[in-house]
């Protein structure tokens, strides 16, 4: 099992990045070309969403992505860093502000949903995490 982890600061510019990253360890793990755009839209998504997330907490840590290359599938996991309400598993909102926070945030896993057939929202102490997966298959290894 291979594994690439990206850590950025929480800017919009930075989101491009991941998305980048994401689709060439993807290609390179055996998914399938017609599914890249796919993988490329989810983790936008999913990355716009946890930096608007750290954006709306004042969280200073850097997003965090790892991308899993297994043997049958490929994963990424999208760290938002917000524990408890408004994190990943998502919750009540306090105020206007959050209120509208919480809007997008629902509308971006609503997305990710639509875009990733395997998809798992979690929240724990160490912030809200988006796993998504798609089937791989590996080029075999050449002597």
């Not at 980048?20 to 490329?40: C, I, N, Q, S």
Request: hydrophobic share 45%; net charge negative.
């Amino acid at each position: 099992m291979a594994t690439v982890e990206l850590r950025f600061s929480a800017l919009p510019e930075h989101v491009r990045t991941a998305r980048l990253v994401a689709a060439a360890v993807a290609r390179r793990a055996g998914v399938d070309e017609a599914v890249l755009d796919e993988v490329r839209l989810a983790v936008g998504e999913a990355c716009s969403r946890a930096v608007g997330l750290h954006e709306s907490h004042g969280i200073e840590d850097p997003v965090r992505v790892v991308l899993i290359e297994d043997e049958k599938k490929f994963s990424i996991e999208v760290g938002d860093g917000v524990s408890g309400p408004g994190g990943a598993g998502g919750a009540e909102a306090e105020g206007a502000a959050e209120a509208d926070v919480e809007g997008e945030d629902e509308m971006g896993l609503a997305v990710i949903s639509g875009l990733v057939d395997d998809v798992e929202v979690t929240s724990g102490e160490g912030g809200g995490l988006i796993r998504m997966s798609w089937p791989a298959n590996p080029a075999p290894v050449l002597p």
